[in-house]
């Protein structure tokens, strides 16, 4: 019976996109990366609580097959802020995220980092 799950997951796995704009934050990737922890042993796992795993199972495919969205349906593609879809992808991604942190940032820090950075340039150099 691991086996069917194992297989399971793995298709499962196949199938769900990588957002390549969120690195370190895409629930494809930490998917794979959970599946492969939970079935180290391949195949030959040994599942502890087969229920808890079948309900794990069953829970991703339907986020992945957009049941909850199809079951309750929007009338509009905003939000009560306006922002459309396309526009909260790109507030979300990584490099985005990382603008406006250095945006974010006062101008004694932003000094302080770019001479913190040159000072421990010149002593890497003189080694």
Known sequence: MAVTRYRRFLKLCEEWPVEETKRGRDLGAFLRQRVAQAFREGESTQIADPANCDQMYESLV?????????????????????????????????????????MKKGKWKKLREKFSAKKTAEEDSKL
């Open 62 to 102: 339907r986020i992945h097959n957009n049941f909850y969205k199809n079951k309750y349906p929007r009338l509009k593609d905003t939000s009560f802020t306006g922002v459309t879809v396309e526009e909260c992808k790109l507030i979300l991604a990584t490099d985005t995220g990382k603008q406006l942190a250095e």
